[in-house]
């Protein structure tokens, strides 16, 4: 009887998919999903598991003795070339573009990519095409992106010299420059006046750093302890999105504090910071004028009666594929804005969006369709470390909640009591591991005892730690009261929907044992405003990332450090890493974890790295920060048929060559993807 909660919420999305897949439910553009019938294939034959990349046009020509005598732009752009209103392909690359080449090959110009989010303004989340540099493969060394050197200078990793692309341009055809990474440095992270008003996205990563312009295409960055290129990774992503010579109408450094305060007032903002940070937003884009040196650049938000974003191609952009041909290849993208993750779904299901990743309890479902002919599926593998954890306050702000939420008794009380083999069996088909927040076996930080602590399922034991932590008076509906009498209520936030039904069956598991939670999805923006004020009590975290390829130790460490803003489960501690005149110390267990990750950050050693890094796996262990449920599983790819040069899986999201959808394209002989909503 236990797992009603769940399998209602299941069942009820299966019949639902499943009634919309048997009625050939008819939604906008579904004709071009069920025109072919004919066997699908993958198209051109795989040359590569990951796109191939290289530096410049001289570097493919030493690796292949092939030699890029032209470039060539899309037909999409050839009116405005002819008309003078853009100029020749070869005056709007870089003298020296990046040179991608596809998993399938050499792409077609044209077509228009169709995804969904539930996002209200249908922007593109979180795009990572603009970043300085990704990661190889063995995540050894670097592959250059927008730079096209980068070199360290001292013996110890204090000193590196970067080299920019010259005649790298933003989508309006502006330099982009050693201006642009000294702006952003400068006169975002590092500027008095904001940082005292509470400072903008991530400045905290700057505390350190020096950067100095040598000349318009050079940077020399200075840090104040040895630091390796990976670990500048969110850096190197900031410093893609600061157009210096546009923000600086935003300013008050440039158009001073009158003019800047009247603007804020006009456009109904309360503070400076929070009116900039709208303009610079780099998440989601929220002026559409800013310029941008992705692929695609905003054409319109999803607002004002619209439901779909609109985003076109960038005709500066600054890579091409072998043949000479600037991309992206697809013209434009569209974003539907759906009422749910569950409508973007049977979309998806449907062959109506271009490509969508789902979660693999739709299994079934995605084949069925696949093999009706509407999509193609492939395997999605993730970079997370768990599939979902539970976050319980530690800074929370009333004492015995506080104390309760510290005592390692409660929390291991709370990890026996979760039935992890009933959660992967009734939503994951049996394919979820159990397993706590930690790197996987093959990884070389791999922490046996973390990886496996409280993971039995074992009631007995669990009410035993849950009396011995103070929880051992229950009132009449056997439900636990806190040490000094009051009901135990504890509200588990979420900001995923896919986590429904892993909440419900963990908040049906810890009733048995006389605890009360209740579950309650939030939008992110609520998560981040209870996040800020120190309000949250407990949160239901999605794909705790952090492992990728045996380097998890260098970015979103959240599960063992208060270092990101996803940390739900030490909000002060959190806000005092970022300023130690805010929030709260931690205690002494965390900053003896804190001083090993200072310690694990400032060495070029990854023997010494490992070692701190064990250091603060074992504090972990001992206190389980967050209460991991299975390993991640993996996710669904499910593509609409006329997909092509996309990775048949999904690689660690520092490792840009997995995803470049810069060399994704449209195949019009299957025909669709070119009609747009």
């Known amino acids: 009887m236990r797992a009603k909660p769940a399998l209602r919420a299941t069942a009820l999305l299966v019949l639902i998919v499943a009634a919309f897949l048997v009625l ?135 000193e590196y010299v970067m080299k920019l692309r010259k005649g790298l341009k933003w989508s309006d055809g502006h330099p982009y420059t050693a201006d642009d990474i000294l702006f952003l440095v400068y006169d975002v992270a590092k500027y008095a006046p904001f940082e005292a008003a509470g400072g903008t996205p991530n400045s905290y990563l700057f505390r ?54 009247r603007m804020v007032r006009d456009e109904g903002f309360d503070t400076v910071i929070n009116w900039f940070n709208h303009h610079l937003d780099h998440y989601h884009q929220h002026d559409l004028d800013k310029p941008s040196l992705d692929a695609w650049v905003t054409a319109r938000f999803a607002a004002d009666g619209f439901n779909v974003g609109v985003f076109k191609r960038n005709p500066y952009y600054f890579a091409v594929d072998p043949e000479g041909n600037q991309l992206p290849y697809m013209d434009e993208r569209h974003v539907v804005v759906t009422s749910s993750k569950a409508v973007a779904e049977l979309r998806a299901l449907n062959g109506d ?57 409660f929390k291991f009380g709370v990890s026996h009591a979760i039935d992890r083999k009933r959660i992967s069996e009734l939503l994951y088909h049996g394919l979820g591991e159990p397993w706590q927040v930690a790197p996987y076996e093959d990884d ?13 399922f074992d009631p007995e034991k669990a009410n035993a730690l849950l009396d011995e932590s103070g929880l051992d008076r229950r009132d009449e509906d056997g439900l636990r009261r806190l040490p000094d009498g009051r009901p135990l209520v504890i509200s588990l936030l979420s900001i995923q929907e896919r986590m429904d039904g892993v909440a419900e069956l963990i908040v049906d598991d810890l009733r048995n044992v006389g ?30 990332y952090g492992t990728n390829g045996g380097t998890f130790m260098m970015w979103q460490q959240n599960a063992y450090i208060p ?72 996710d669904l790819a499910v593509l609409a048929p006329y997909m092509r040069n996309v990775p048949r899986t999904r690689k660690s999201i520092l490792r840009g060559d997995w995803g470049r959808q810069d060399v994704w394209w449209i195949d019009e002989e299957r025909g669709a993807g070119n009609e747009g909503w």
């Not at 003795?65 to 870089?94: C, H, M």
């Not at 070389?444 to 039995?456: G, K, V, W």
């Open 515 to 544: 605890v009360r939670m209740v579950y309650r999805p939030v939008d992110p923006a609520a998560r981040s405003e209870l996040h800020q004020a120190n309000r949250l009590d407990a949160v239901l975290w999605h794909d705790s």
């Open 208 to 261: 350190d750093i020096e950067a100095e312009r040598i000349d318009d295409y050079t940077v020399r960055w200075r840090f104040g302890k040895p630091r390796s290129p990976m670990s500048m990774s969110s850096i190197f992503y900031l410093a893609g999105h600061y157009p210096a010579h546009w923000l600086k109408q935003f300013h008050p450094r440039y158009v001073g504090a009158e003019k800047v305060d």
């Open 353 to 409: 969006l271009s490509f969508y990743h789902m979660p693999l309890r739709n299994y079934v479902l995605a084949k069925r369709a696949e093999k009706a002919g509407k999509v193609r599926v492939h395997p999605w593998t993730r970079s997370a470390l768990n599939l979902a954890d539970i976050q319980f306050n530690v800074t929370h702000p009333d004492p015995v909640i506080r104390a309760l939420y510290r005592d390692r008794r």
């Open 24 to 158: 050939n439910i008819a939604v906008r553009g579904s004709g071009r999903a069920t025109k072919a019938m004919a066997p699908l294939s993958d198209g051109p034959p795989y040359i590569s598991e990951l796109p191939q990349i290289w530096t410049t046009p001289r570097d493919y020509e030493k690796a292949t003795g092939k030699r890029i005598a032209t470039f060539r732009q899309s037909p999409y752009l050839d009116e405005a070339v002819a008309s003078g209103r853009l100029p020749p392909v070869e005056q709007r690359l870089p003298d020296e573009p990046l040179v991608v080449h596809g998993v399938q090959g050499i792409g077609r110009y044209g077509g228009i990519y169709i995804e969904a989010s539930p996002e209200k303004d249908g922007a593109l989340e979180q795009n990572w095409l603009p970043h300085l540099m990704w990661w190889k493969h063995d995540f050894q060394k670097p592959y250059l992106n927008l730079v096209k050197a980068f070199d360290r200078i001292d013996a110890d990793g204090r």
């Open 444 to 456: 070389p930080f791999y922490h046996e005892r973390l990886a496996r602590t409280a993971l039995a």
């Open 563 to 634: 270092e990101w803003w996803g940390c739900n489960w030490a909000p002060l501690w959190q806000q005092w890493f970022h300023d130690s005149t805010k929030g709260q110390e931690p205690n002494a267990i965390m900053l003896e974890a804190l001083d090993h990750f200072d310690a694990a950050r400032s060495t070029l050693s990854l023997e010494e790295n490992r070692r701190h890094w064990k250091a603060i796996l074992d504090i972990a262990a001992d206190n389980l920060w967050s209460i991991g449920t299975l390993r991640h599983p993996g």
